[in-house]
């Protein structure tokens, strides 16, 4: 059994600082080894395929998975192996339906840098135009927003290894859209 068969259900939530998480499984499953699969089965950080890095804290998402003793002695069931539908590892990226925009690096400036935290955003240089479906994007996103700008969203997590910044300095990056608008990747410091 061990996980072989995949099942699919809700990942009703997964707290990432804690390591765990709860989902709602879809009905009609045969029981497991003689024991009922329940309505809702536990994971761990352990069980989340996050391809090789941290799963992100996630509410109400669909996903796949097998099921496995909790131990070989216990009569107890626990998700594992846990994907996106397809088998697509959970990383955010995936989430949010990222879609690197071809392979052209773009520059520009740091217009705002929240080292704490971890994010900021890109005013990028008209110079290197965007594509046209990205400069789209860009205005619905600066419409939605309450600045009215139009800034490319970036995380420390897409910062290239070793790269450091602040607010003024200036950058090469790929683009990116995903369901949130533009953002930045593979930045590098110039």
């Given at each position: ?24 499984v879809d009905p009609g499953f045969e029981p497991v080894e003689g024991i009922p699969v329940p309505a809702e089965l536990h994971c761990g950080s352990a069980d989340i395929d996050a ?87 860009l205005a619905q996103q600066a419409q939605a927003s309450s600045q009215g700008e139009e800034l490319i969203y970036l995380r420390k997590s897409d910062l290239m290894e070793g790269v ?27």
């Amino acid at each position: 059994m061990q996980g072989q068969q995949r099942y699919t259900g809700t990942l009703k939530f997964y707290n990432s600082r804690q390591g765990n998480g709860v989902i709602v499984v879809d009905p009609g499953f045969e029981p497991v080894e003689g024991i009922p699969v329940p309505a809702e089965l536990h994971c761990g950080s352990a069980d989340i395929d996050a391809g090789g890095g941290q799963a992100p804290r996630m509410e109400n998402v669909a996903v796949e998975f097998g099921i496995c003793k909790i131990a070989p002695t216990v009569e107890a069931l626990k998700a594992c192996k846990v994907t996106l539908p397809g088998g697509l590892p959970m990383t955010l990226e995936a989430l949010e339906n990222r879609q690197v925009v071809n392979g052209h690096t773009y520059f520009g400036e740091v217009a705002r840098w929240n080292d704490l935290q971890g994010w900021g955003f890109i005013k990028a240089d008209p110079a290197v135009p965007l594509p046209p479906f990205v400069q789209a994007k860009l205005a619905q996103q600066a419409q939605a927003s309450s600045q009215g700008e139009e800034l490319i969203y970036l995380r420390k997590s897409d910062l290239m290894e070793g790269v450091k910044i602040d607010k003024g300095s200036q950058v090469m990056f790929r683009a990116y859209v995903d369901d949130k608008g533009v953002g930045a990747c593979r930045i590098q410091a110039v």
